[in-house]
């Protein structure tokens, strides 16, 4: 419980799902009850870890497709309208 109060004062949760979860542990234990500890910013960061590797990917295959869109004769605005990526970044991209 002591560990769950400090946490409550060190960390600043925003995610409304995030601050009813901790609500809840807290009741849980305020009861009496056995959980399992699952660190709540664990679960936060993961969740932000697996979306931010999913923007990383998407960016990846977007940089991708405008190499394949250069090498067939696009030009660089055409590439980035198509893309939506920065016209900079793609002529970075094809230099």
Do not use: H, W
């Not at 009741?27 to 910013?41: C, H, M, N, R």
């Not at 993961?46 to 250069?70: D, M, N, R, S, Y």
């Not at 696009?74 to 590439?79: A, N, V």
């Not at 309208?81 to 970044?89: N, S, V």
Request: charged share 35%; with cysteine.
């Amino acid at each position: 419980r002591d560990l769950m109060l400090f946490l409550e004062r060190i960390i600043n949760l925003r995610d409304k799902q995030l601050q009813l979860q901790y609500r809840e542990y807290q009741e849980q234990l305020d009861k009496g009850g056995k959980i399992v500890y699952i660190s709540i910013a664990e679960e936060y960061y993961t969740e932000k870890g697996i979306e931010k590797g999913i923007a990383q990917g998407v960016e990846k295959e977007k940089c991708e497709i405008a190499k394949k869109l250069f090498a067939r004769g696009e030009s660089p605005e055409s590439i980035s309208e198509i893309t939506e990526l920065p016209i900079d970044q793609v002529r970075g991209l094809i230099q």
